[in-house]
């Protein structure tokens, strides 16, 4: 998930230059990847020698930097960091140094979360299990219109109130689960009694779909 994104046209990285600023103000501990685009037709870089993205945190550099060296006349390049491990109220600060000729350069740096998926993120941690027979036979498979399985078709449960009010990033998914051959779900999840909503999709495939779900 992109936590932050910064784009910056015309800057001069001839030497050490800023392209994002991010505060941390989550509750718990992540981990996150830094990755900046560097150049393009309009304003290319000049190549010819080491580009160099570093990462501060706390306003402390971290080791090691993520060079690439380029050759002439290339126009532009892709620097992406190591995972990094941040704590609530960590602040990053990430630079980048070009060559003496670029002067004009175009620039976009993105900050992702790539932190694993705890097991409770993925099948719940609720008292009650729920899977696609809950409230009735094959209630909640996923089929074609002729009553064909759909495999892979990603199922997303969040709670009523939250995707009603449009709060539907990764970290407000109650449990998730993918149908197998059949349609079916391939694991039970475990819920707590309440209102929520399932969003099923398969890109190209099944459209986005919103059921209902009541766990009582």
Do not use: C
Not at 77 to 102: K, M
Not at 180 to 200: I, N, Q
């Amino acid at each position: 998930m992109e936590l932050a994104r910064a784009v910056k046209q015309a800057i001069d990285i001839s030497s050490e230059t800023d392209l994002l600023e991010y505060d941390y103000t989550g509750t718990e501990a992540k981990e996150i990847v830094m990755r900046t685009d560097l150049g393009d037709t309009s304003a290319p870089l000049v190549g010819g020698g080491t580009y160099t993205m570093k990462v501060y945190l706390n306003d402390v550099v971290v080791s090691p930097n993520s060079d690439v060296t380029l050759a002439a006349s290339v126009a532009r390049t892709v620097i992406v960091s190591r995972p990094l491990p941040i704590e609530p109220g960590d602040e990053i600060r990430i630079t980048v140094t070009g060559q003496s000729g670029d002067a004009s350069i175009n620039a976009v740096t993105t900050l992702r979360d790539v932190t694993a998926i705890r097991e409770e993120e993925v099948i719940g941690a609720g008292p009650i299990a729920v899977d696609h027979n809950y409230g009735g036979t094959d209630r909640f498979t996923v089929t074609t219109s002729a009553g064909r399985g759909i495999e892979g078709v990603d199922i997303y449960i969040y709670e009523k109130n939250d995707y009603d009010e449009g709060r539907r990033a990764n970290n407000y998914v109650v449990a998730r689960v993918r149908t197998g051959v059949s349609g079916r779900w391939t694991r039970t999840l475990m819920l707590y009694a309440g209102e929520y909503t399932l969003l099923a999709f398969k890109q190209g495939v099944y459209a986005p779909t919103v059921t209902a779900l009541t766990v009582s």
